[in-house]
């Protein structure tokens, strides 16, 4: 439920936002709007408001959206059609209002509004989660890798990753972006990291060894590990409706065994958990000085075609432990603001190199996702909290925005190859080439949405 949730809202926000761009700028640039759909098929909900008596619809299959605006040819197809819609059915002061009369440089504002709102939504969202403040790891490195990409470049544990390619790395979460970002370019990146005696030691990392598939952790990939702590396996948060829950876990509760296996600190813990999917695991704790078993099945859940086992309960920080190993981030609105423009830019651009590498066979397609991937994330990134939910929000909005800009014709971008072609001619682009360039649009968005359903439903038999 909490999956199905998740999904509509995710849509059902990102479709409206991304139609209100079109229909907001459509009103500024005085074009009579017919219909506002958020959804297709048969509608469940509608209701006629303002001066243009605007139909705003409320429909079955909240896969999508539109915004139907008065066009004289969509008028003439109807006539052809034999249904009731004739372009006497409009005073001419109406007719001037029809988006095929409007100039070129109004229908550029009008169909480019839609990608760019979702632009703006992201920024937005950035902007309030930066202006909040966020938590992240300190970027120690932990493990190493025996002959990987991070041994060669002499990268060591204990030490504190200070910058990537002359970028500062203040997390975890920025340097993994960063490595994925420079991954890309296939070449040698230089790391600066402070040794445990405060010297400063350059890396030269090589991704040359590096594999093109996107679903797998850039630090997997070059042997680098995040430093974890011992950490006493005592429960401190419990998520609702988990298994933890169920089973009658509690805050504060000490892990001691599970299977009659001793468990030395919460890494054992979340190993023996992960690695038991679906099991009952007999785990035997400590409450308030008394010993008792309880018997708990870890939920299967699966992210990057990994399937793993999840009790739904964190582990008990003291401050000091938390001082040491987290970070609390926190900008002015200023800053917050610049930076979350310069993420949605970085987070676009990532993402037209990526589509590009597909096209061109670098990168594998298996990253492209549908509907059921995107239902799958947004569950869990609600689960994780409302922080983790809106960041998952900016970033889906951002594919659509770009998604939706590709001169790809049915898409708004194949609208604007359109319009930018008759800036250069002088005169708009003929119907019939209008109407071929429909033909392969929709033969190239129907097999893009196929590789995106195959891929969710090979993610899916994986796990089972």
């Not at 038991?276 to 859940?301: D, G, H, M, Y």
């Amino acid at each position: 439920m909490m999956t199905l949730i998740a999904f509509i809202v995710t849509i059902g926000l990102l479709v409206t936002i991304h139609e209100y761009g079109h229909f907001q700028v459509a009103r500024w640039c005085n074009v009579k709007v017919l219909r506002f759909s958020v959804g297709f098929g048969k509608p469940l909900w509608k209701k006629t408001f303002g001066k243009d008596k605007t139909e705003f619809v409320l429909a079955a299959i909240p896969l999508g959206g539109f915004v139907k605006m008065l066009d004289e040819r969509e008028l003439k197809a109807e006539r052809e059609q034999n249904l009731d819609v004739t372009p006497a059915s409009y005073s001419e002061a109406e007719l001037q209002r029809a988006f095929n009369r409007q100039n070129v440089w109004k229908r550029i504002a009008i169909v480019s509004a839609g990608p760019i709102a979702n632009l703006l939504l992201a920024i937005f969202l950035y902007w309030l989660l930066f202006m909040q403040g966020v938590t992240g790891m300190r970027p120690i490195v932990g493990d190493v890798v025996k002959n990987s990409l991070a041994a060669s470049a002499s990268l060591k544990k204990g030490e504190v990753i200070q910058s990537i390619a002359g970028s500062p790395v203040k997390t975890w979460t920025d340097a993994r972006w960063i490595l994925l970002e420079q991954s890309l370019e296939n070449k040698n990146v230089t790391i600066e990291a402070l040794s445990t005696d405060n010297v400063l030691h350059v890396h030269t990392l090589s991704f040359s060894g590096v594999n093109s598939d996107p679903e797998v952790d850039i630090l997997e990939k070059v042997g680098l590990g995040m430093f974890k702590p011992n950490i006493p396996a005592v429960i401190g948060e419990i998520l609702p409706n988990s298994a933890a829950e169920k089973a009658n876990f509690r805050s504060d509760d000490k892990i001691l065994s599970i299977n009659d296996v001793d468990m030395r600190d919460w890494e054992s813990v979340v190993a023996k958990v992960k690695a038991s999917p679906n099991k009952v695991l007999q785990i035997k704790i400590e409450r308030a000085q008394e010993l008792r078993t309880i018997a708990v099945v870890p939920e299967r859940v699966t992210e990057n075609n990994q399937s793993f086992g999840r009790l739904g309960a964190s582990v008990k920080l003291d401050q000091k432990t938390l001082d040491e190993f987290l970070i609390e981030l926190q900008y002015s609105p200023l800053q917050s603001l610049q930076k979350a423009i310069l993420k949605t830019w970085d987070t676009a651009i990532f993402s037209l190199k990526m589509l590009g590498r597909m096209i061109t066979g670098q990168i594998s397609i298996k990253g492209i996702s549908g509907p059921v991937t995107i239902a799958t994330f947004a569950g869990e990134s609600a689960s994780l909290g409302l922080n983790t939910f809106l960041s998952f929000l900016a970033l889906v909005s951002i594919s659509i925005g770009v998604l939706n800009l590709l001169p790809i014709p049915v898409l708004d971008g194949g609208h604007l190859m359109y319009y930018i072609a008759e800036i250069l001619k002088g005169s708009p682009v003929s119907d019939q080439t209008m109407l071929v360039g429909q033909k392969i649009g929709f033969v190239l968005l129907g097999l893009l949405m196929t590789i995106a359903i195959f891929n969710d439903f090979s993610r899916l038999f994986t796990t089972f």
